[in-house]
């Protein structure tokens, strides 16, 4: 998968799996959690060429979309 590909789909699948979540669970959604769901479903969307690495990239883009860059 290309970057910009990967990009799109976590950016819009982590709104998606935010959707899914509890209430109680909304505030500080977990990075893990969702890495663990999106591994589950659509693992080849962690399958990326990057200098940073592949994890770093899709963690600061879900961050960015579920608006968690306070914890960078």
Known sequence: M???EAEKAIRSLATTW????????????S???FKDWLFAHYSHCLDFRSRTGANYDAEA???DELGQNWRR
Do not use: I
């Open 2 to 4: 290309k970057k910009d």
């Open 18 to 29: 935010f959707d899914t979540l509890p209430e109680d669970k909304r505030e500080h959604p």
């Open 31 to 33: 990075w893990y959690a």
């Open 61 to 63: 883009w879900f961050d």
